[in-house]
Every structure is written in C-alpha cells, then in structure tokens.
C-alpha cells in the first residue's frame, strides 16, 4: 500500500528545517552522552571489557523494539512520535544524572532512540520526494555528523572536567530537541487504521522484511548499511583503547577528537554523494565502501597523531558517499510497499543486529587479551571483503 501524505518539495521549508534542527540535537545528546557515559563508568572502575556492553543495551532496545517502531512512526504524525521519542532520552539521561545505574539509563536512552529513528528518515519522503530525496538525506546526514563532532568533543571535554556536568548538559540538549520538535508540522498520518495486536503487528513487520528483503535494491541497501553501521560504532570503541596503546594519550578528549575527524569527513563525503550519485546510479557507492575497510587497515598501523587525523577525514568522507545513497533508495522504495516507517525500523533491525554481533566479538577479543591494532587490522580487511563481496553478489543477480 502506498503512503498517502501531502509531500512538501522544497528541500528548504520550515518543517525541513525544524526537523533537521532537532535531529542536530538529539544527535548531539547521543554522541555526548556516550563519552560522558564511558567517562563515568572509566571514573567508577567498570572493566574495558564493559565499555561495548553499554552500546550494546542500547543496540538491544532497537532489536526488541524493531517489531513495533515502525508502525508507530506510520500511525502518528511523526513529528509527534520524535518528540516522544526525545522525551525518553530526557528521561534516561537524567536518570544517570541523579545516580542511577548508567547501563538502565543508556537503555531507556535506546528505546528512545529506537522510537525515534523510523520517524525523522520517514518523515523525509512526507516532506519532500523524488532524487531530492537524496538531497534531504544529505541534509539530515550532514546534521547528524555535524551533532556526532560537536557532541562527541563536548561530551568528552566536559568529562574531562566534570563528568556530572558533562552529563547535565546532555539531558539539556535533549530537553531541547523536544521543543525542537514542537515546530515540525503536524503532517496527516501516513497508514491509518493498522491494528495494536500483538500478533498483527509482530506478523506486519514480518511480512515488511520478507518484502523488502525479496527485492533486489532494497536488500542491497539493508546489506549494506547494516555492514557499514556495524562497522562504525566498532570503530569508535576501537578509537577508546587504540589512543593510549599507539599514541600515549590517557585523556577522555582524545579518543572525541578523532571521532571529530570521521564526522567531518562524512559531512563531505554526503555532500558529494547528494552532487554524484542518483537513485538511479548507487552502484557508484560501492568503491567507497571497499576502500573503507583498506583505510581502516591502514590506520590501525599508525603511531602517529598526524597522518591518523588524515585517515581517519578519509574514512569519513568514504563512508559518507558510501551511505547516503544507500538510505536513500530503502526510504523511496519501502514508501512505495511496505511504509517508509516500517522500512526504516526493518533497516533498523538490521544494523543493529550487526553492530551487536560486531561489539560482542570485539567485546571477546578485548577480553581475551587480543592486541588493539591487531583487532583493528583483522576488522580492516574482513570489511573491505565483505563489501566487495556484496558489490560483486548484486552485479551478478
């Protein structure tokens, strides 16, 4: 069934921008609480081993939720539904703040996140449509990156002075966002009248896999994205321990800094796949994603601060063209079958389900007493594969 919604095609309205407003925000109360989160847990003694654990409940709560998040984004106007969603985050990171156990909170921080991600990528195509799609997810990526560099800098700068000052600032910035999300028009609701059983529901989200997965472009774009997702927040626990063991450096700031230089990077790269590529030609992306895992490699080697800024802009910049494009084609074609809610959260359960299959391993590896570079090194070349190895499957089908 197709979505029947009043599309806006200006890449510049006012509800663009109000969304792309309080996504920069809750983006930036995501980024800074994960580095003041680690910092608080670094300051009470939790072992390294536990630092991929905390992602992880986050991770989790996409998983368990990915049944019901996209026909809650479809059968709201979702403007609303991200404010709700942001209110969660409110309340988790607070929770931290007064003391509570920081796992619990980041897990209520991932509900909240869970609930909020298949509205802001599906109100994309209600407020506008076609290749400018392309253009808004852009748009969206580019905030988002711009929220991960700031937030993450601020997040570990702030610990580094005061980790419960770092996390007060966080719970404001999402108390933001909820009155960000007071100005995104209430758009009509895109499928009404879809039913709140249990079964109906788990059965619709079900039935929304089996569809988008039997499609051709659609599974191309939920392989890779979760691969790409996976691979990402993997990097950026490998950054934690990598620092100190190449470069020296014990601070909390450091480790946000580099994480800086992806985002910036990613800025980039999305900007110069909203230019190039088109719904029509995503298979240029694929050669960005390959040289992802090489750069990768070649980073993990370095013991020098100079040249790993350097790598570390360039992977950004690859992954930025690599994703785009990729959102992009799953959002125009789930809203044409299955609800771009629904696509969304099917994304969703996807990349997460990677990124805890990759945390659980690099949690292992840690724990076994594998050397960081040698992880690093390993993880490099198994993406670089698996990507190829995608580009070469969809050429061939």
């Not at 933001?176 to 709140?196: D, E, M, T, Y």
């Not at 997460?352 to 299959?357: D, E, I, W």
Request: proline content about 4%; aromatic content about 10%.
């Amino acid at each position: 069934m197709r979505e029947s919604v009043h599309t806006n095609t200006s890449l510049w309205s006012k509800g663009m921008m109000a969304v792309i407003a309080a996504q920069f925000l809750s983006a930036f109360g995501d980024n800074a609480l994960l580095f003041a989160t680690l910092a608080l847990l670094k300051a009470e003694f939790y072992p390294d081993w536990s630092q991929p654990i905390l992602q992880m409940v986050f991770v989790g709560a996409y998983i368990i939720f990915a049944p019901f998040v996209g026909q809650v984004a479809d059968s709201f106007p979702k403007g609303r539904g991200m404010m709700f969603a942001n209110g969660l985050k409110l309340l988790g990171a607070a929770s931290i703040c007064f003391g509570f156990n920081p796992f619990i909170g980041y897990t209520l921080v991932g509900v909240g996140a869970a609930a909020y991600s298949p509205a802001k990528y599906g109100i994309l195509g209600e407020l506008t449509t076609g290749d400018k799609l392309v253009k808004a997810n852009g748009l969206m990526e580019s905030s988002t990156i711009a929220a991960i560099l700031l937030g993450s800098v601020a997040g570990g700068v702030l610990a580094d002075w005061h980790v419960l000052v770092a996390l007060g600032v966080c719970a404001v910035v999402y108390g933001g966002a909820v009155i960000a999300n007071l100005f995104i028009p209430k758009l009509p609701v895109a499928r009404p009248g879809q039913s709140w059983r249990f079964t109906p529901m788990t059965g619709s989200f079900f039935n929304a896999c089996r569809v988008l997965w039997r499609n051709g472009e659609t599974r191309f774009s939920l392989m890779g994205t979760s691969m790409f997702w996976g691979a990402g927040v993997t990097l950026r626990f490998l950054l934690v321990l990598w620092v100190p063991v190449a470069l020296g450096i014990t601070d909390n700031a450091t480790p946000t800094y580099l994480n800086a230089m992806v985002a910036i990077g990613i800025v980039v790269g999305a900007v110069a796949a909203a230019r190039l590529v088109t719904l029509d030609t995503v298979a240029r992306c694929m050669p960005a994603g390959i040289l992802i895992g090489v750069v990768v490699l070649l980073f993990s080697l370095q013991h020098a601060l100079l040249p790993t800024y350097a790598l570390l802009i360039l992977i950004g910049i690859l992954g930025g063209f690599f994703v785009v494009p990729l959102n992009a084609l799953l959002q125009e074609r789930g809203k044409q079958t299955v609800g771009a809610g629904n696509a969304i959260a099917v994304q969703n359960l996807g990349e997460n389900m990677a990124m805890l299959l990759m945390l659980g391993l690099y949690s292992l590896a840690v724990k076994v007493g594998v050397p960081v570079v040698g992880i690093g090194v390993g993880f490099g070349a198994l993406f670089a594969l698996a990507i190829a190895g995608l580009w070469v499957w969809q050429r061939r089908r």
